[in-house]
Each structure stands twice: as C-alpha cells, then as structure tokens.
C-alpha cells in the first residue's frame, strides 16, 4: 500500500501547493497563513488545519501541536510573498520588508528538521535580485542538498507559461536520490482547451449559479469599445489612435509601451503569467479570447489549474489576490511526486532503478542562477 507522507504548508495562501501536494500523496497536517481570506479558502476546500497567523509569530512546535502531529515532518512546504522579488516593480529586491520572510521560512524548517522542503518563489528569484537571498538559504540549510530549478507551468499541463522557481531541499540524512521532474506533458494546452464549457458570466455582475466565483468585472462603455478593436493575440496598438489612452497615443507602436495591455488572449495559445491583476485590460494580456471584457476569477482559476469547485473566499479584491498568487496545483503535484518517489525509496517501498542509484548532484547555485537566458526565452519554449 501507498504511504502517505506527513506535510506542513507555510504561507499557504489559498492551498494552491497543498491541493497538488495531496494529489501527490502527502497529508497536510498544518497550514498558516497572514491573509484572513485564505485562511477561509484554505479551511472550505481543503482542511480545518489551517492558523491564520504570522510567519514571525510561530513556531514549528506550535505548528505542530496545532496539527496534533508527532514524529518526523517529510516535507516543509511554502511560498514566501513573492511580490517584493517581481520583476515589474524597480528596485524590488532592495529594502522590501517581504522579502525577509524568506528566513522565516529557512528558520521554521531548521525548527521542523523535515526530511524535505520545498520553497516556491517567482523566477526573478533564481536570479540577480533574489541571488544574496538564495546564497543565505544555501549557508541557513546547510544541512539539506538544494535543486533549485525553473519550471514552466505550460510543461506541466497548464494553458499558461508562469515561470516558477523552485528548490527543493533534500536531508543529506536522506540517502535516496532526487530527479527534478521532467515536463508531464507531450503538448501545452491551449486557452480554449482550458475555458472549454464555460458559460458566460451573468450580465448583471452576479455570480454565476452553477461556477463559484465565476462573475464578470465592470469595465467602462469606452474600455469596452476601445476592446472590442482588438483581435485574438492582439493589444492597445490594434485599437484606434483616436480612442486609445493618450500614453498611448504619440508612442511608436513598433517598440513603445506595453505590448500586452488591453491584450487578448488566443485561443489556441497560452495566457501569460496570472497576476492579481486579470480582471482588467490595462494591466496585462487578460482579456477574453471572443467576449469583449477580462478574465473571470473563474477563468482565471481554470488558467491557475484549479477544478470548478474549489471556492475562493474574501472581497473580488481578496479573490484577486489569492487566485494570482497562487501555487498552481498541477506544479505541485508534479513537484510533490518526484519528493514522494524519493522518500518511497527511501523507505523501502519501492526498488530503486538505475537511475535512482546515479542522481547526480545538486544543482550549484550559480548553475541555478544561469538556467534560463536573461530574457527569459529558454524556459518559454514550448516542449
């Protein structure tokens, strides 16, 4: 019989990395998180288990006890608030108290002394802005090997190419191997494929009866004009000069602005990365591939790899938030089922091949680091 391997979920947001942990085979025996909202998410969908506390406020103990857990943590699981790391806000890296809770993290699995952890963050991480930070986790948790890695969540079943990076940590007491999972997927989804059966929100602005969270934003009558010009992959450069923003008005459509804003998505592409923004045209590509309005929560939730029936809970703002930030579940579960092979492994469940007995090192930092070009193409190629 399958084992189920013990899991404790930090900065859960709204169970994003717990749901594809689940799927992998672990037990989610606590969970916190600082948002109220998520905390509501968490608790709906996935398990009562769940504090709504802070980072600095806790201890891997108090986790503990609030789980009713004994016995030796498998995995340490969590995703630091990435924003202070994103690329779209200068000097991001620099002074961003969020930033911080990094080491809250590296200090809550010192505490825990889990065979494994796994710390998600965006893909700026893995480079210049979050190498000082990366560079102190390697020396914090000098007891554990580190494979960081970029994944691309197209790779793994996903209509959208968010760029993660990804360390798993691995006990040097741990004596199995671990393989960074490969792409689970032969061909990327497309949008249409993931929004496939979805009805139109109501007109009114209502939730929709049969979809949780599935409900429309209200755009202006010019937006909604100003969309309407733009075809399928198309942006802001398609609508006419007399009718676009008047930032937009004396830029040179070859290289001036944002190519995405007031985009539409294709229906045989894949949406870029999922912000807390998709409810509006001016903040990137997420407008409908045929309606002229943006994403639903709903549709955005699908993009994010969520089934219809999983609730977000809060304001349209606190929904936003928790479906933008969230750990798609397909990556996890990926991700979960390389750490859950090398515990079974471990364990004697399950008899090593080859492979298993040659794994290789480590990723070294700076490899880590190197692994997608500057511009980013290398890990948006599809497979």
């Known amino acids: 019989?399958?084992?189920?391997?013990?899991?404790?979920?930090?900065?859960?947001?709204?169970?994003?990395?717990?749901?594809?942990?689940?799927?992998?085979?672990?037990?989610?025996?606590?969970?916190?998180?600082?948002?109220?909202?998520?905390?509501?998410?968490?608790?709906?969908?996935?398990?009562?288990?769940?504090?709504?506390?802070?980072?600095?406020?806790?201890?891997?103990?108090?986790?503990?006890?609030?789980?009713?857990?004994?016995?030796?943590?498998?995995?340490?699981?969590?995703?630091?608030?990435?924003?202070?790391?994103?690329?779209?806000?200068?000097?991001?890296?620099?002074?961003?108290?969020?930033?911080?809770?990094?080491?809250?993290?590296?200090?809550?699995?010192?505490?825990?002394?889990?065979?494994?952890?796994?710390?998600?963050?965006?893909?700026?991480?893995?480079?210049?802005?979050?190498?000082?930070?990366?560079?102190?986790?390697?020396?914090?948790?000098?007891?554990?090997?580190?494979?960081?890695?970029?994944?691309?969540?197209?790779?793994?079943?996903?209509?959208?190419?968010?760029?993660?990076?990804?360390?798993?940590?691995?006990?040097?007491?741990?004596?199995?191997?671990?393989?960074?999972?490969?792409?689970?997927?032969?061909?990327?989804?497309?949008?249409?494929?993931?929004?496939?059966?979805?009805?139109?929100?109501?007109?009114?602005?209502?939730?929709?009866?049969?979809?949780?969270?599935?409900?429309?934003?209200?755009?202006?009558?010019i937006n909604v004009e100003r969309f309407s010009y733009v075809p399928q992959g198309g942006g802001w450069c398609d609508i006419p000069e007399t009718l676009r923003l008047r930032c937009h008005q004396k830029v040179d459509r070859r290289s001036g602005g944002w190519p995405d804003v007031y985009g539409r998505l294709k229906l045989d592409g894949q949406a870029p990365t999922i912000t807390a923004g998709f409810d509006s045209f001016t903040r990137g590509r997420y407008g409908h591939p045929l309606s002229d309005r943006p994403l639903t929560p709903r549709e955005a939730a699908r993009l994010q790899g969520f089934p219809d029936g999983f609730r977000f809970s809060g304001t349209r703002w606190d929904v936003r938030s928790q479906i933008g930030n969230a750990v798609p579940p397909p990556l996890a579960e990926a991700i979960g089922k390389a750490i859950v092979r090398s515990l079974m492994i471990e364990d004697g469940f399950l008899e090593p091949k080859e492979d298993d007995l040659h794994p290789g090192m480590a990723t070294g930092l700076k490899e880590a680091i190197d692994f997608v070009a500057g511009d980013g193409t290398a890990a948006l190629s599809p497979s």
């Not at 929100?201 to 979809?211: G, M, Q, T």
């Open 1 to 221: 019989m399958k084992p189920r391997y013990a899991c404790a979920d930090s900065f859960c947001g709204a169970g994003g990395l717990a749901l594809g942990l689940e799927r992998a085979g672990f037990e989610i025996l606590a969970s916190f998180d600082a948002s109220r909202c998520a905390v509501e998410t968490f608790r709906h969908n996935l398990s009562s288990r769940c504090l709504h506390e802070r980072a600095e406020n806790l201890t891997a103990q108090r986790l503990f006890r609030e789980g009713s857990f004994e016995g030796r943590l498998d995995l340490f699981a969590g995703g630091p608030p990435c924003q202070g790391f994103s690329k779209q806000k200068r000097g991001a890296h620099l002074g961003d108290e969020r930033n911080e809770l990094v080491f809250e993290f590296a200090r809550l699995v010192r505490e825990a002394d889990s065979r494994f952890f796994l710390l998600e963050n965006v893909d700026q991480f893995g480079r210049k802005r979050g190498k000082e930070f990366v560079g102190r986790i390697h020396d914090e948790l000098s007891g554990y090997d580190l494979y960081p890695h970029f994944y691309n969540c197209a790779d793994y079943g996903l209509a959208q190419t968010r760029v993660r990076f990804v360390i798993v940590g691995k006990a040097k007491s741990v004596k199995a191997g671990f393989r960074i999972p490969g792409p689970a997927v032969k061909r990327w989804l497309t949008v249409g494929e993931a929004l496939r059966g979805m009805p139109e929100p109501p007109k009114d602005y209502s939730e929709h009866v049969d979809f949780p969270n599935h409900y429309a934003a209200k755009v202006t009558s």
